[in-house]
Every structure is written in C-alpha cells, then in structure tokens.
C-alpha cells in the first residue's frame, strides 16, 4: 500500500471494478477504507434448447441448461425461485438464471416445455419398416409428428424406413379447433339452415363489411346471400337454375358455374364465372 503524507481521496479501476478509499490518518499511520464497490461484470444467462420435450411426468430437474448455479423462475423477471421438484406443465414457458462469481444474470433463458406419449423401445421385423409400423396409442383429436432429434424443426415422413439402432422423437398436438356446420341444411345442426334444394354445389364464399355471406352456387348458377338475419335468398341469377350469360340486375343475370368469389373495399362482388370464361362484377 502507498501511504500518502495527508488524508486524500482517490478512486481506482482494477479488473472492472470501482472502489473509493479514504486515508485516514491515525498517530502517524494512513490506512484506506473503502466505501463501497460496484462491479461491472454481467453474467449471461444460461444456454440450451429453448424448447424441450417430455414424456410422463417430468420436473424443472429434467430440464437441460449449461451453466452454473442454476435457478428457475416462471416469469423473465421477478418472481420467487421455482423447485427443482416442480412439475412441468405442457405448453408452458420456464426462465432459467445462472451465477457465475456472486452475480446474477439480469437475462434469463426461456425453455417452453412440450409434453409428448411416454417414450417406449419397439423392436420391429421384417414386417414393419416404416415409422407408420410403430405402433403407438393417440388420443382422440390429436396428431403425432415425428422428428429426428429433439430440436429437428423438419419432420419426418410416416413411410421413411426405420434405421437398426436409431432414435426417433414425436410430439403430440391436439387441435384447437373445432368444425361446425355454419350454413346447411336442418340434419347439420347449421348456424344458418337453408332448405337442401336451395343450393347444390357451394364453389366459394364471401362476407361482406356487415357480416353477410354471399356463396358461388355452381351447380344452381347463382350467388346466393345469406343475411346476419339467418334469410337467404338468390342475390344474382337464376332462381330456377337456369344457366346462360345474361348482364342485368339481379336476378335477371346469369351465370354458367360461378366457380369463385371475392369482394372489394367497396363491397363490389367479383365472381369467377366458369363455363363463361369470364369474372363478373355485382
């Protein structure tokens, strides 16, 4: 240490860090005293796979991260530490920080967790060669994909042949959708019934800004409009089916297999009119 003749104030930088000392003098002997110090190191968060598939019930120990002192929180910021005893629930996204010398990372790593069928060894023969031989037990409304490694974005074709020795990984995923008949007849349970020989061949549909629907009847060679109201009626050509190719107002136009619609800004409709080779415009 350098002692210095009078009391002083002096700040350093030594390997990024900032401390301020005060001599003080005390029967002819200077000593420092630091006051504070403020380190400029940032640790990084820590690495892996930011999505991670499970089988069975799986916990925040399953999960694989590099890096040290390993945390899990799950929020990006704040929130209390998670144990490593907790259970994973699919679709969800966990944080991970890490310590390194004392210091946190600010950053954490997201890992979003996938659940997937328990994992299981199949040994085939001769008489199954592709993936699609595997058997395996879906649930009801879900597909199964099947990938080459966990974090292979590309799958893998049901009818690849099965290679001796290889591992193969799947995901499950049930859809979120369901279907419902919107505009149908009585036995489809519709939104909007309409009587079964009223239209015969749906080739296209359209809304407009109010929230009406109007439908390319190809077979019939009309438009037909169904109203927010539940009505539906001939917008454009023939009530009786009737083909042709007829400019005019109404139901006095004609089409040949209206194959198409669309609409504009304006709620001017455009019909692909197919045996007339031409679009139209209502």
Known sequence: MKYFPQKNSITILLFAVFSSFVLNANNGIYKSETLFSNSFFNTPPPEGLSTQIYAGEATLADLEVTGENIQWYATPTGGSVLALTTVLQDATTYYASQTVGGVV????FAVSVKKVLETST???NDAATQLLDIVNTENENTRIDWYASPEASSRLDPEDLLENGATYY???YESPYTVSTYVGTSDQNPKYEI????????????FDASGNMYIADNNEHRILKVAITGEVTVFAGSETGERGFVNGTGTVARFNDPYGITIDAANNLYVADGENFAIRKI
């Open 105 to 108: 990372s600010v950053k954490r």
């Open 122 to 124: 199949f040994n085939y």
């Open 170 to 172: 799947m995901e499950q």
């Open 195 to 206: 009587p079964s020989e009223f239209i015969s061949w749906p080739a296209g549909n359209v």
